[in-house]
């Protein structure tokens, strides 16, 4: 019976990936920890797949089965995506720790062969007939048994007794050292209080003068003290309500925006992608960072852009979805990766700036047809020209460029329009 010993294996995978880096000087071919933490996990799921094999029948050590397994599979195991497997086994098979890989499909999946100099290292032994841990002989006659002598420390335990009352006791020393007692009758001694321990042996750090005692109340422990004095706090902003609050309320409204853009993100970017649990959570924690600094007067506003940024991500994917793509949610979302959702934001200023100059543009079209159209009127149909191009000339400059209403003025001006309407009307 074939049974791949773990600990072993591993330390020859390990003695393998050191002299594959050794003999690597480009940093890009050598095995990283990441890679070596799939490798363990495909040796793992082998081992396993090896006394299954075995329990239908007998296996060859020169010949053992290849390990049928998949992406998602592997993904699952190493807290990855699929693409980061594929990555990692290409790696694997350039260190020559998967020797042979056999492709079936998408949906069949793959098959592995490892190096087995590392999966059965000083494993070749058979174990179906393991050695008997203790013979009869050395089991001791029962009147000859005995219990050993149990040596135990002579130290003290740490001290747990009541430090209040050790703190009075040597405060009442301290204060009688230097108080004095007439003698009494027969005994002309002067009697004076002596310390219950030596000067400089106290046992408790606030009981003598050495370490520095000031006679101060020690503070009294409680557990939710510093929950007491956080509730307690209030700001001008709340009006004296108690913040804990408050911050459950925002916290409500932010966990809706953070789920409703998690969801859209999840359904537009990473439909076609699994991604973990862990993923997941650290995709929403790092959503709601974008949440944080918002006033809660804006949330919606500030939402809507996301949403909007979003889009704009999913447009810029679907003009090449074989070569585009998003990272994984635990690396786009973070605040300070320039080159994930943070970089949408030039995007998104870009698209909001072209969109307000179309706008403008066709407002300012719409004028000058408006203002051609009622020139190729009859006289008795035609507005006041003066009073039309005056109205036409106000819906321009509400826009607040000049430069529009120049373009208006040279348009309505111009010899090719004055020629127009003289042959048109």
């Known amino acids: 019976m074939i049974i791949v010993n773990y600990s072993i294996a591993f330390k020859a995978l390990d003695h393998h990936i050191k002299q594959h880096n050794e003999a690597n000087d480009l940093l890009s071919c050598r095995i990283r920890q990441a890679i070596a933490s799939t490798a363990r996990d495909i040796i793992k799921i082998y081992g396993l797949s090896l006394i299954k094999a075995n329990n239908i029948k007998a296996l060859d050590v020169d010949n053992l089965p290849p390990l ?28 020559n720790i998967i020797t042979h890989k056999v492709w079936h499909g998408s949906n069949s999946g793959y098959e592995l062969w490892l190096n087995p100099t590392i999966l059965l290292a000083k494993c070749g032994k058979a174990v179906d007939t393991p050695k008997e841990e203790s013979s009869p002989e ?54 004076s209080s002596l310390p219950l321990t030596s000067f400089l042996e106290s046992r408790n750090v606030t009981g003598n003068n050495f370490t520095g005692y000031t006679g101060k109340k020690s503070a009294q422990k409680i557990e939710d003290a510093g929950e007491k004095v ?55 924690k790092l959503i709601l960072q974008w949440y944080l600094p918002v006033a809660d007067k804006n949330l919606s506003k500030v939402h809507q852009i996301y949403v909007e940024r979003i889009a704009l991500v999913k447009k810029f994917i679907d003009k090449d979805p074989e070569n585009r793509y998003v990272q994984l949610p635990n690396r786009y979302f973070d605040p300070k990766n320039t080159a994930g959702f943070t970089g949408t934001r030039i995007w998104w200023n870009k698209h909001k700036k072209r969109q307000e100059e179309i706008k403008m543009k066709l407002i300012l079209h719409a004028q000058i047809k408006r203002f051609l159209n009622n020139e190729k009127k009859d006289t008795s149909k035609q507005k006041p020209r003066l009073e039309f191009f005056r109205e036409c000339e106000n819906r321009i400059g509400k826009l607040g460029k000049p430069l529009l209403l120049k373009e208006f003025h040279a348009s309505i001006m111009s010899p090719s329009t004055q020629h127009y309407l003289y042959t048109n009307t």
């Open 68 to 95: 049928k397994t998949n992406n998602v599979q592997l993904a699952r195991m190493a807290n990855a995506s699929t693409r980061t497997i594929q990555r990692h086994l290409k790696r694997l098979q350039d260190a």
């Open 230 to 284: 956080r509730i307690k706090r209030v700001t001008n902003q709340t009006k004296g309500a108690e913040l804990s609050k408050i911050d459950k309320i925002r916290s409500a409204s932010l966990s809706v925006y953070v789920n409703s853009l998690w969801k859209l993100a999840r359904n537009t970017l990473y439909a076609d992608t699994h991604l973990t649990e862990k993923q997941k959570e650290i995709a929403e």
């Open 138 to 191: 050395k089991i001791e006659v029962i009147e000859k048994q005995y219990f050993k002598e149990k040596h135990s420390t002579t130290c003290l335990h740490t001290d747990s007794s009541n430090t209040g009352y050790i703190n009075n006791l040597l405060i009442g020393v301290d204060k009688l050292k230097n108080v004095t007692l007439p003698p009494t009758s027969g005994n002309k001694n002067i009697r």
